[in-house]
T-cell receptor, first 112, second 115 residues
């Protein structure tokens, strides 16, 4: 059974710091990786996707993928209180249609 | 353009009852997927439908069923409700049966409470 593991947190960082969120996955055939942000009581919102080893940057967000170590991370630079949310890691095996396997999420708290 | 729309937004049902949740995909999208998110956990895949055919099914009992209509909207049905079915039910749509480079967008969800 495919598993996606995240530290549930909460991860607390001061405003302006870098927040580092980590995710490991068990299925070596996983090919697509996604980070979703979910505010309390709301639905998940896609913020980053990554497919190749290395880094992918989008504004204050950087996704990092290491397929050999089965590890994907999300860095948030200059963290803001509005970044406080639960961050969900999701992986997809391209042979499984568009089914995503999600981790349990990491709760991030950015303190002013 | 409207995003993925789900109805109702909130629902309270009694154990043993049946419930139907509805989802309208983004215009032009032909695939709809359903997820269940229990409080404190990540979403779990229930079903995927593409061109009105079931393309995937998660590890859920037969009490869960779904269908997709010619206009690509979808319904999720849950029979014989249990307390453990209380969750946020999420619908997502995509153009085709696979994932695009942009993942997919969720609707705002239906919060189901079983009492």
């Amino acid at each position: 059974q495919k598993e996606v593991e995240q530290n549930s947190g909460p991860l607390s960082v001061p405003e302006g710091a870098i927040a580092s969120l980590n995710c490991t996955y068990s299925d070596r055939v996983s090919q697509s990786f996604f980070w979703y942000r979910q505010y309390s009581g709301k639905s998940p919102e896609l913020i980053m996707s990554i497919y190749s080893n290395g880094d992918k940057e989008d504004g204050r967000f950087t996704a990092q993928l290491n397929k050999a170590s089965q590890y994907v991370s999300l860095l948030i630079r200059d963290s803001q209180p509005s970044d406080s949310a639960t961050y969900l890691c999701a992986v997809n095996d391209n042979n499984a249609g568009n089914m995503l396997t999600f981790g349990g999420g990491t709760r991030l708290m950015v303190k002013p | 353009d409207a995003g993925v729309t789900q109805s109702p937004t909130h629902l309270i049902k009694t154990r043993g009852q049946q419930v139907t949740l509805r989802c309208s995909p983004i215009s032009g999208h032909k695939s709809v997927s359903w997820y269940q998110q229990v409080l404190g956990q990540g979403p779990q895949f229930i079903f995927q439908y593409y061109e009105k055919e079931e393309r995937g099914r998660g590890n859920f009992p037969d009490r869960f069923s779904a269908r997709q209509f010619p206009n690509y909207s979808s319904e999720l049905n849950v029979n014989a409700l249990l307390l453990g079915d209380s969750a946020l039910y999420l619908c997502a749509s995509s153009l085709w049966s696979g994932l695009s480079n942009y993942g997919y967008t969720f609707g705002s969800g239906t919060r189901l409470t079983v009492v």
